[in-house]
């Protein structure tokens, strides 16, 4: 067993680690990767154990609430988008693009602290970051 990598030993581990490189990955392909990690995510799961387990979980939990975030933030665009004739849209619009780089910037956040406590053994951080 290497002492020096603790999440390559860890049933998972390995796929844990590929996930964070994809959700990493997810800004320059469009989301596309984001999308592949986590489907990678949800087979792998099932084999996973411990830590790598941890983090797969908790990998699966970020993209949902980015995901739910961007279903959501589409929805307000709509809105918006219907709204520019009377003005009141470029604000609302505005403000979705805001809200999308700030969750974007979270799940990426997320991601790389994840990698990092994967790469040093620890588990997941539960809250914001």
Do not use: C
């Not at 860890?10 to 320059?28: C, E, K, N, Q, T």
């Not at 933030?73 to 918006?80: C, D, M």
């Not at 979705?96 to 990092?116: C, D, E, H, Q």
């Amino acid at each position: 067993m290497d002492d020096t990598r603790p999440w390559a030993s860890a049933r998972g581990g390995v796929p844990a680690f590929v996930i964070y490189v994809l959700f990493l990955l997810s800004i320059p392909s469009f989301a596309l990767f984001a999308l592949v990690g986590v489907i990678t995510a949800y087979v792998t799961r099932e084999g996973s154990s411990g830590l790598a387990r941890e983090h797969i979980e908790a990998q699966i939990r970020v993209w949902w609430v980015a995901f739910l975030w961007g279903v959501a933030l589409f929805a307000l665009g709509i809105v918006g988008w219907v709204l520019t004739p009377l003005l009141i849209g470029f604000p609302i619009l505005w403000l979705i693009w805001t809200l999308g780089f700030i969750v974007m910037i979270w799940f990426t956040v997320k991601s790389a602290f994840g990698l990092i406590a994967l790469l040093e053994g620890k588990p997941p951080s539960i809250g914001l970051f």
